[in-house]
């Protein structure tokens, strides 16, 4: 079963920036869809942002000013750079493949929290 490691969580200031990262297999780089979710407390998880394979992206619309989602070749890695951040965008981040997305199968996720 594919093991999918998130990390780059933290405490940040509102206005602040930060750098998620989702370690995959080889395999999966190549060739999956990847997806970052979130859930915020007492929230239902939610759709973030995707990037296939070849690099095709998608956002949430509230999102998608904000936040950039990138794939790094050389460490495997979907990457999600958070910038202008807002208290509203604390939550535990998940990135996911499809497979493990139908069967509700998550990693811990990172935990992210925005305040002063």
């Known amino acids: 079963q594919e093991h999918i490691v998130e990390s780059g969580g933290g405490l940040v200031q509102p206005g602040g920036s930060l750098r998620l990262s989702c370690a995959v297999s080889?395999?999966?780089?190549?060739?999956?869809?990847i997806g970052w979710y979130r859930q915020a407390p007492g929230k239902q998880r939610e759709f973030v942002a995707s990037?296939?394979?070849?690099?095709?992206?998608d956002y949430a619309d509230s999102m998608k000013d904000r936040f950039t989602i990138s794939r790094d070749s050389s460490k495997n890695t979907i990457d999600l750079q958070l910038d202008s951040l807002k208290p509203e965008d604390t939550a535990v981040y998940f990135c996911n493949t499809p497979a493990r997305f139908v069967k509700n199968t998550w990693g811990q996720g990172t935990q992210v929290t925005v305040s002063s």
């Open positions: 990037i296939s394979a070849s690099g095709t992206t």
């Open positions: 080889r395999s999966t780089f190549d060739f999956s869809v």
